[in-house]
């Protein structure tokens, strides 16, 4: 039923293990690593691809030709899903306004932060009072803006939204995947936070190429958080992790233990014990744990969140809150 599809795809992926399945899919040799072994499942009537060895890696079916077909097998894959649904022989799950992955680009005014230019000291001086170092900084490849755009043109779509911000960014594979401008310099006509038009914040784990799953996985709520940590540290970008996340989904699939790590405050206390409960399920049942503030004998207004923690009592205070984990 899809035979063209599978001839269309053998161009560039090689042979199929064996064949279309009756429910469209088949499964190709993995195009991102060197295994060989057939571990990249697509799945023609939904237009995905997955790789379950490179699980990073997944996405729109023409995503993946324009990365390794090339323009022509990509007109080739156009016209054949137009082929199919002109015949209406079978069903297609997807609309072609699907077709394209969102391009993520950083603004041109977006420059690494240095120490030594004046207009950057107070970016730099944001993190550094964050409980942050120069090799963070450069680790964690942050960026910043100033209180001009005068590298925008004119038509930039952030052009003043985007100045006073501290900008992490989140790669993969030489590609920058997804950015967040957090405010140095709080004003009441600026958000707090600023995110990537186009994108989507349920798709994005950030620093997955640095995580290790066979571990205890570290959830913080923000990047900020995830900095101190000695390693397996997630921000989750908000307050909610549920199963619309993809974040949540990889957890379940091959985290051996998660580990929560809520503001010190009740209500990020109610949302995390959600999430919490959430995970705590199937092969991770037993395995969930939060940590306990209190244990640390320091109040709320003194500490509310890690990256503070990591200011007040360095690598030890962070290191010492991982021990408190517990199972509700």
Not at 25 to 53: D, I, R, T
Not at 93 to 106: A, H, M, R, T, Y
Not at 194 to 207: A, D, H, V
Not at 269 to 275: A, H, S, V
Request: glycine share 6%; hydrophobic share 30%.
């Amino acid at each position: 039923m899809y035979t063209r599809l599978e001839r269309i795809f053998e161009k560039f992926l090689g042979d199929t293990k064996s064949g279309v399945s009756e429910s469209g899919q088949a499964q190709f040799p993995c195009v991102f690593c060197s295994s060989g072994k057939p571990n990249l499942e697509v799945n023609f009537p939904k237009g995905l691809y997955n790789s379950w060895c490179c699980p990073e890696n997944s996405g729109r079916l023409s995503y993946l030709i324009k990365q390794f077909g090339g323009e022509q097998i990509l007109k080739e894959y156009y016209q054949e899903i137009q082929n199919i649904r002109e015949s209406r022989l079978y069903k297609l799950d997807f609309n072609d306004d699907c077709f394209e992955k969102p391009e993520v680009v950083i603004p041109k005014c977006c420059v690494p932060i240095n120490k030594n230019l004046q207009q950057h000291k107070e970016a730099y001086q944001y993190l550094i009072d964050r409980g942050l170092n120069d090799n963070d900084i450069k680790k964690n490849n942050i960026y910043c803006t100033t209180n001009t755009c005068d590298k925008c043109t004119s038509n930039c779509k952030y052009k003043h939204i985007i100045r006073n911000r501290i900008i992490f960014t989140n790669w993969s594979f030489g590609n920058l995947d997804y950015w967040i401008g957090r405010l140095y310099k709080p004003n009441k006509y600026q958000t707090k936070y600023l995110l990537p038009l186009n994108s989507n914040k349920r798709e994005i784990i950030w620093g997955y190429n640095n995580t290790q799953f066979d571990g205890e996985v570290r959830l913080v709520e923000g990047v900020l958080d995830s900095i101190p940590l000695p390693s397996n540290g997630i921000p989750i970008l908000g307050k909610k992790l549920n199963s619309d996340f993809r974040l949540f989904n990889v957890l379940v699939e091959k985290a051996n233990s998660v580990l929560l790590i809520p503001d010190y405050e009740e209500k990020a206390y109610e949302d995390w014990t959600r999430i919490y409960h959430d995970l705590n399920v199937g092969r991770l049942k037993g395995r969930v744990r939060i940590v306990d503030w209190s244990k640390l004998s320091i109040k709320p207004e003194e500490c509310n969140d890690i990256s503070a923690l990591y200011k007040l009592m360095g690598k030890m205070g962070v290191i010492n809150l991982l021990k408190t984990g517990y199972s509700l």
